[in-house]
């Protein structure tokens, strides 16, 4: 019952705050269409702020329920989340450089490295490849500065991240309870109910946009918990990917793609799978209910995963591979039909 108490927690203060904001105008802090965006009018983009704040309420109820010491190894977590929390709170009211967000991103992820290490190996299903420190430490903060940044470039439609984060993060919940680590499931829990409190005022048609500030503290926590539970041995970095596989596979191909084509990857684009599909006649709440269909699909398999077999756990990322081909490749025939049904 702890965890419903400590997702109570966060889903309450987060939907409270996120509906107060929401409330107020502020015209330092909304989002204006631009060649990125899918919405057609200036959209107040502080929602952040309540899952910040619905994030440290259930950290506290947490703290209440399990004593003070559940979270003495989860201080770079904290640190790390308010380096990129402040940077993303900056770029929300006046916008901050690339250089300055990469900085702080890289910092949030340094502490990590610093404080629990690198994972000592790459590890795959039946595979794994020990590597130096150096790449280890290297590869470890391009997955947190990535995984921000994944999180930002997916949020551009109505729902959609914060659902990610619901789904995501309730599999983290119940992959750490199965292990017994009930200090990382409490925290995985509190962030879960902190991300739906928010999603009642984003669901489409939105009231309010979570931000950089959202965003990048979900991205950032994200990979955190992957790299805690690497290092706590509850699972490996892999099937956290399995579980925010929706959001990684659409902004890792998008980029992949646009780097092929000579197109500049930094600017703002519509060319993300679930822009493509709004942009071909979708409305937001059906590609994002559709896009709840995956994630949950996805959280399922993450959590499934441990338990299979080598070749059950090879056949499993196989069949996403090809789920997420097949996905593409029915978007691209919808956008051409689209296009043909125009001429």
């Known amino acids: 019952m702890s965890f419903f108490a400590v997702a109570a927690m966060g889903f309450l203060v987060s939907y409270l705050l996120t509906f107060r904001i929401a409330s107020r105008s502020t015209t330092t802090a909304f989002d204006e269409p631009n060649e990125r965006s899918l919405h057609g009018v200036p959209t107040l983009r502080l929602g952040g702020v309540g899952i910040l704040a619905g994030v440290a309420a259930s950290l506290a109820a947490a703290w209440a329920l399990a004593g003070p010491g559940v979270y003495g190894s989860a201080w770079p977590v904290a640190l790390g989340a308010a380096c990129v929390v402040a940077v993303g709170f900056r770029d929300d009211l006046r916008g901050a450089s690339i250089f300055t967000r990469l900085v702080a991103q890289s910092l949030a992820a340094g502490i990590l490295v610093v404080a629990w290490g690198a994972p000592a190996a790459l590890e795959l299903p039946g595979i794994r490849w020990q590597w130096p420190e150096e790449v280890a430490a290297g590869f470890t903060i391009l997955f947190v500065v990535w995984m921000i940044n994944l999180y930002n470039f997916m949020d551009g439609i109505d729902g ?34 902190a991300a739906g409190g928010f999603l009642v005022h984003n669901f489409p048609p939105s009231r309010i946009f979570m931000g950089d500030t959202g965003s990048t503290l979900l991205g950032y926590l994200a990979a955190a918990f992957a790299i805690w539970a690497e290092r706590a041995g509850v699972f490996p970095l ?36 679930y822009q493509r599909l709004v942009l071909a006649g979708w409305s937001h709440r059906r590609t994002t209910l559709c896009g709840y269909v995956i994630m949950t699909l996805a959280a399922v398999s993450a959590m499934m995963a441990p338990r299979l077999s080598v070749p059950g756990q090879w056949q499993l990322l196989g069949a996403w591979a090809l789920l997420y081909a097949v996905i593409g490749w029915m978007i691209t025939r919808l956008e051409l039909r689209g296009l043909q049904s125009v001429s």
Not at 243 to 265: C, E, H, N, W
């Open 160 to 193: 959609l991240a914060a659902g990610m984060a619901v789904a995501g993060f309730t599999a983290y919940m119940l992959l750490s309870h199965r292990a017994g680590r009930e200090p990382m499931a409490l925290a995985a829990s509190g962030v879960a109910g």
């Open 238 to 273: 892999w099937v956290a990917v399995v579980a925010f596989s929706p959001f990684v596979v659409d902004a890792t191909a998008t980029i992949v793609r646009r780097a092929l084509a000579g197109q500049p990857v930094w600017r703002p684009h519509r060319s993300h799978y």
